[in-house]
């Protein structure tokens, strides 16, 4: 029995062969670079379609855009410091903006006035009398107490009753409040029904300071 060797000649078979390493060289080299290239593309187009994406959104006028305006900040902080006040402290803003007036022919020896000051209500004033209706010091005036003797002389014949009855009339928005030393007089003169309240002259002082809180709070 014959037995065949066959010897095989790799230097030979390199040797005719070679252009196959060539070509499957080139071929794999091609390969890398083509799929980088690809790679490249397709990072490229993502960030273009996340800065479009981003473009469109900035340039879509539906997007509410918040805009900090120091101005208005500072204007509702002035608000609330304003509501504080309000709030918290409605007796010292009553007291601190409450016009009150006296109308005595004795004023400077009346001490009701230097009284109410002392207790915060800084805008309290006394005239000797009243001899125009319209005078400033009448219009500024948001409680104005009138003494029944002695004022109103030039314009009624009741004195303070007339003056009393007339203000009320003139200006209903304002409270009026008769106040007199005297004991007996007219009890059913209209002045007495027409203004907001009366007492006696020698009231306590506590009861002229109770009547103007009230008073102040329905204005």
Not at 116 to 143: F, P
Request: hydrophobic share 35%; aromatic share 10%.
């Amino acid at each position: 029995m014959n037995t065949t060797k066959i010897i095989f000649d790799t230097a030979n078979f390199w040797t005719v062969n070679w252009y196959y390493l060539v070509a499957l060289t080139v071929s794999i080299i091609g390969i890398i670079i083509a799929y980088k290239n690809f790679r490249k593309k397709t990072a490229s187009e993502e960030v273009t379609e996340i800065f479009n994406s981003n473009l469109s959104a900035t340039s879509n006028p539906t997007i509410p855009i918040n805009i900090t305006n120091n101005i208005n900040t500072e204007s509702t902080e002035k608000t609330a410091d304003n509501n504080i006040y309000t709030n918290g402290n409605q007796e010292e803003k009553l007291k601190a903006t409450t016009k009150i007036l006296f109308v005595d022919d004795n004023h400077t020896e009346y001490k009701m006035v230097s009284i109410l000051k002392k207790a915060g209500w800084t805008k309290t004033k006394s005239v000797k009398d009243i001899t125009d209706l319209d005078t400033q010091i009448i219009l500024e005036s948001d409680i104005i107490f009138v003494d029944i003797n002695g004022v109103g002389l030039t314009l009624f014949e009741d004195q303070g009753l007339g003056l009393a009855s007339a203000l009320k009339v003139k200006y209903p928005k304002k409270k009026i409040i008769i106040y007199s030393a005297e004991t007996s007089g007219d009890r059913f003169h209209k002045a007495l029904r027409q203004v907001d309240d009366c007492l006696p002259k020698n009231a306590e002082p506590y009861q002229f300071i109770n009547l103007v809180e009230n008073l102040s709070k329905t204005l």
